[in-house]
C-alpha cells in the first residue's frame, strides 16, 4: 500500500453528471477510474503509478454508481471507513443529485434508457436509484444539485472546487517565429511585432538575434516598444487565469516578426520573463532562430534606419 492519498468517490444519480465531472476532475489532473469495484481498491493502490505521471501524491477520483459491478451502498459506507481508519487516507465523496423530471426529460432527449428501468418507463428507475443510493448521499461531504445547471457549469464549479494547487494549470508555451516561414498552426495568441524597427537592416546587428543584448537594446530602443509590450503583458495577465478557469489544457502565445530572428526573439524572452515573475510557468522556444537571414524575406528597409541611426 503507498502512502496516504487523497482520494475522492463520485456518485449519484445516473444522468447527473457523473461522467462530466471526470472528465473535468481527469483534465485537472487527478488520476479517475469509473465504476470501479471499491473491494479492488488496496490493489489498485497499491499497483504501479501509470506512465508519465508526476507526482506519487496524485488524487484518486473513483467513479461509483448503479453500474458499477456488486454495488451494495452500505458496503460502500463501511469501505469507506475502513480505508480512512486503517490506511489514513483521505476520502471525500461527492453526490450529484438531480430532480426527477429533468432526470426524465435528460434520458428523453438522448434516448438511453435507465441502468435500473431497460424496459420500464426512466421515472420507475428514477425512483429506484434514488431509494438504493440514500445511504452514500447521507454520508456524502459534498452534493452538488446540477438540475439547473449545463454540463459547462457543472464543469466550472468543479475546476473552482476541486483544481487544488498545481492541479488543473494549463500547458503555457510562448515561441517566436517569422511570417515568412508561416503562422504556428498550434498559435492560441498570435502578436505581430514587425511594427518595431527591424535589426535586420543594421549590418552589425544582422547576423546577430535576439538573444544578443545589442539586438535587444536596438530593439528596446523603439519609441513604440516599451508602451506596446506592456500591455500585451498585462493582456496576457488578464486572459491567462481565465483560460485556467475555462480548463483549457493548453495556451500557446505566439511573437512573429518578419524572420524570426530578431524581434520577435526579444519580445518573447522579455515576455517569458513577466510571466514567470508573475508565477506562471511558461516553456519558451523559437521556431526559426537558426533560419539563415535573407533580404527578401524582410521587405524593404525601414526609412527610419540609417545603418543604426534614426534619420533627423
Known sequence: MRDPKDILLVTGMSGAGKSTVLRTLEDLGWEVVDNFPLLLLDR????????????????????????????DPERVVQRIKQLQEVHGHDIGTLFLDCAGGELERRYSETRRR???????????????????????????????????????ELAQQVRTTFSGEGLGEPTLSVTSFGFARGLPRNADLVFDM????????????????????????????????????????SLLLLLLPRYR????????????????????????????????????????????????????????PDETQNNGARVA
Do not use: M
Request: with cysteine.
Open 44 to 71: 489498485l493502490l497499491g499497483a504501479p503509478l501509470p506512465e508519465g505521471a508526476h507526482q506519487s501524491t496524485q488524487p484518486l477520483a473513483l467513479g461509483i454508481g448503479a453500474r458499477t459491478r456488486d454495488f
Open 245 to 300: 478557469a475555462e480548463g483549457k489544457s493548453y495556451v500557446t502565445v505566439a511573437f512573429g516578426c518578419t524572420g524570426g530572428r530578431h524581434r520577435s526573439v526579444h519580445v518573447t524572452e522579455r515576455v517569458g520573463a513577466r510571466l514567470r515573475a508573475e508565477g506562471f510557468s511558461p516553456t519558451v522556444t523559437h521556431r526559426d532562430l537558426d533560419a539563415a537571414p535573407q533580404d527578401s524575406l524582410e521587405g524593404a
Open 194 to 233: 514587425r511594427f518595431l524597427r527591424n535589426p535586420h537592416w543594421v549590418p552589425h546587428l544582422r547576423p546577430g538575434t535576439g538573444l544578443d543584448d545589442d539586438v535587444a537594446a536596438y530593439v528596446a530602443d523603439d519609441p513604440a516598444y516599451e508602451a506596446a509590450v506592456t500591455q500585451i503583458e
Open 114 to 152: 435507465h441502468p435500473l428501468a431497460l424496459d420500464r418507463p426512466a421515472a420507475d428507475g428514477i425512483a429506484r436509484e434514488r431509494e438504493l443510493l440514500a445511504p452514500l448521499r447521507k454520508w456524502a461531504n459534498r452534493l452538488i444539485d446540477t438540475t439547473t445547471l449545463t454540463a459547462n
